[in-house]
């Protein structure tokens, strides 16, 4: 996929809220607040300014709707874990989130995790949500930039020992030098042709007889 153009639609916080379906798969990305959600957005779409990004972790706390090539969605959602905030305040994330999640919007999840970090007990709650509201997500390892090979395949060996994953199922990402970047649109590409193409199963329901 070749984003062409990319605009902000709207902030939410319920479901009221979200704008308009557009028929179409749309795909949200979440995780912690410094594992640098906006700056991948920014990049993916470069745009430097796409996506609000800021020095203090944790300042997305709405869901942020943007529109890219008027066919889908990128979903921003509130980052957590790491944000010095009220615990009510983080209860309110939470619920912002979940919200999200229960819907009935067609979605896909990118889970984005810090390569340089063994996941935390958030990321796995959200691992945890994402499969108890049985929504299809993809992980993708943040900051690839900052290690070196032997660096990151040591670290790998410490993540599975939390997650199971093969490398072929996952994506790596560098905001910094946008690593990672084509693979991500030809999998943005991908994903909404095999939704295009998608035909519900059909089950035939025979009549029963019930006798008294």
Same mark, same amino acid.
């Given at each position: 996929?070749?984003?062409?153009?990319?605009?902000?639609?709207?902030?939410?916080?319920?479901?009221?809220?979200?704008?308009?379906?557009?028929?179409?798969? %749309?795909?949200?990305?979440?995780?912690?607040?410094?594992?640098?959600?906006?700056?991948?957005?920014?990049?993916?779409?470069?745009?430097?300014?796409?996506?609000?990004?800021?020095?203090?972790?944790?300042?997305?706390?709405?869901?942020?709707?943007?529109?890219?090539?008027? %066919?889908?969605?990128?979903?921003?959602?509130?980052?957590?874990?790491?944000?010095?905030?009220?615990?009510?305040?983080?209860?309110?994330?939470?619920?912002?989130?979940?919200?999200?999640?229960?819907?009935?919007?067609?979605?896909?999840?990118?889970?984005?995790?810090?390569?340089?970090?063994?996941?935390?007990?958030?990321?796995?709650?959200?691992?945890?949500?994402?499969?108890?509201?049985?929504?299809?997500?993809?992980?993708?390892?943040?900051?690839?930039?900052?290690?070196?090979?032997?660096?990151k395949f040591k670290q790998l060996?410490?993540?599975?020992?939390?997650?199971?994953?093969?490398?072929?199922?996952?994506?790596?990402?560098?905001?910094?030098?946008?690593?990672?970047?084509?693979?991500?649109?030809?999998?943005?590409?991908?994903?909404?042709?095999?939704?295009?193409?998608?035909?519900?199963?059909?089950?035939?329901?025979?009549? %029963?007889?019930? %006798?008294?």
């Amino acid at each position: 996929m070749e984003i062409k153009k990319s605009d902000f639609v709207k902030s939410a916080v319920f479901e009221a809220d979200y704008p308009e379906p557009i028929n179409n798969l %749309e795909f949200a990305f979440v995780g912690r607040s410094n594992v640098g959600k906006s700056s991948l957005i920014n990049s993916l779409t470069n745009r430097k300014k796409m996506a609000r990004t800021s020095k203090t972790p944790g300042r997305t706390q709405l869901i942020n709707y943007f529109i890219i090539n008027d %066919e889908t969605y990128l979903v921003d959602l509130p980052g957590y874990g790491f944000a010095k905030v009220p615990k009510a305040v983080k209860q309110a994330w939470g619920n912002t989130m979940e919200r999200y999640l229960a819907s009935k919007r067609s979605k896909l999840v990118f889970v984005l995790l810090d390569i340089r970090r063994v996941p935390s007990g958030e990321d796995l709650e959200m691992l945890e949500w994402l499969d108890y509201y049985d929504v299809p997500y993809k992980i993708i390892f943040t900051k690839v930039d900052k290690m070196s090979n032997n660096e990151k395949f040591k670290q790998l060996k410490d993540i599975r020992k939390k997650i199971e994953f093969k490398n072929s199922d996952v994506l790596f990402y560098s905001a910094l030098s946008h690593k990672g970047r084509e693979e991500l649109a030809e999998y943005l590409d991908e994903a909404l042709e095999e939704y295009k193409n998608y035909t519900p199963p059909v089950i035939d329901q025979e009549d %029963e007889n019930i %006798e008294d």
